[in-house]
T-cell receptor, first 109, second 117 residues
Framework: GQQVMQIPQYQHVQEGEDFTTYCNSS?????IQWYKQRPGGHPVFLIQ?????EVKKQKRLTFQFGEAKKNSSLHITATQTTDVGTYFC?????????FGQGTTLQVKP | GAVVSQHPSRVICKSGTSVKIECRSL??????MFWYRQFPKQSLMLMATSNEGSKATYEQGVEKDKFLINHASLTLSTLTVTSAHPEDSSFYIC?????????????FGPGTRLTVL
């Protein structure tokens, strides 16, 4: 079945440094979604990308969808302590959302 | 925005008992709800897709007789963990897909932490 691989599993950064998490699939994805889960919380939808090569920005967050629609990335510029959490990519196929393994971000103040 | 609630938020039970978890979409109708399970430091694993008025579709490896799902209305789905055992202890999260808005966007409930003693 459809699988989405996400790396790295963990990332520790100093506040102010940048952060990037990557998702890859062996098959072409119809869409890619990104969610953030704070410690002890539930996933919150961030964005959805559907077009080949699409790039979207939300303040310090930049989301990209690869030209072949097999990979995606989330880049955070100048991290802040409020960015702490686990970031999941996921792809929806026939309504089912399959998540990547998630990248847990720790930010040292 | 769309709100999904779950009840209870936390439950501790003895081995062998059954536990029912409710998932409600508070301000929208959800024809489809999803149930996930998340073990500590792991990703969310889809257990089943719950469709209003029809039988749930279970993912491979999920026992349908152990995890009973009922989607009786457009705003309520329930998951019953029958004869719970310690290995069923986990964080159970539901999500709902509404009509309109961003296609494929799912709204997650706050989750239910189940501990089986």
């Amino acid at each position: 079945g459809q699988q989405v691989m996400q790396i790295p599993q963990y990332q520790h950064v100093q506040e102010g440094e940048d952060f990037t998490t990557y998702c890859n699939s062996s098959t072409t994805l119809s869409n890619i979604q990104w969610y953030k889960q704070r410690p002890g919380g539930h996933p919150v939808f961030l964005i959805q990308l559907v077009k080949s090569g699409e790039v979207k920005k939300q303040k310090r967050l930049t989301f990209q969808f690869g030209e072949a629609k097999k990979n995606s990335s989330l880049h955070i510029t100048a991290t802040q302590t409020t960015d702490v959490g686990t970031y999941f990519c996921g792809s929806s196929n026939t309504g089912k959302l399959i998540f990547g393994q998630g990248t847990t971000l720790q930010v040292k103040p | 925005g769309a709100v999904v609630s779950q009840h209870p938020s936390r439950v501790i039970c003895k081995s062998g008992t059954s536990v029912k978890i409710e998932c409600r979409s508070l301000d929208f109708q959800a024809t489809t709800m999803f149930w996930y399970r998340q073990f500590p430091k792991q990703s969310l694993m889809l257990m089943a897709t719950s469709n209003e008025g029809s039988k749930a579709t279970y993912e491979q490896g999920v026992e349908k007789d152990k995890f009973l799902i009922n989607h009786a209305s457009l705003t309520l789905s329930t998951l019953t963990v029958t004869s719970a055992h310690p290995e069923d202890s986990s964080f159970y999260i539901c999500s709902a897909q509404g009509l309109g808005g961003i296609v494929n966007e799912q709204f997650f409930g706050p989750g239910t932490r189940l501990t089986v003693l």
